[in-house]
Nanobody, 119 residues
């Protein structure tokens, strides 16, 4: 089990940027595929970014492609989500999650951090 703690959420105006961080308490962080998800009130949880173990491959849905960038620092056991050109529809609780491999279920989740984008 991986302990994950997100930070960096907050209130930002439309068009602005935020950088989320997720710190992992695990000795073998580099073996995990990491992802970011979000959930808005009354909506399904949505995958917004994923990154391979080495960081060489990233994955995004069309809704955030070109605006969001996921990265990781395995030496710091941390994964980041840089969010640019934010829109009010990006408002949600953002969660990071860890998976044993791409395509496998995400078995560990953080507590979430709120992102609110005002128009």
């Amino acid at each position: 089990q991986v302990q994950l703690v997100e930070s960096g959420g907050g209130l930002v105006q439309a068009g602005g940027s935020l950088r989320l961080s997720c710190a992992a308490s695990v000795r073998t962080f580099s073996i995990y595929y990491m992802g970011w998800f979000r959930q808005a009130p009354g909506k399904e949880r949505e995958f917004v970014a994923g990154i391979s173990r080495s960081g060489s491959s990233t994955h995004y849905p069309d809704s955030v492609k070109g605006r969001f960038t996921i990265s990781r620092d395995n030496a710091k056991n941390t994964v980041y989500l840089q969010m640019n050109s934010l829109k009010p529809e990006d408002t949600a609780v953002y969660y990071c999650a860890a998976s044993q491999s791409q395509g496998a279920a995400f078995g560990s989740w953080g507590q979430g951090t709120q992102v609110t984008v005002s128009s």
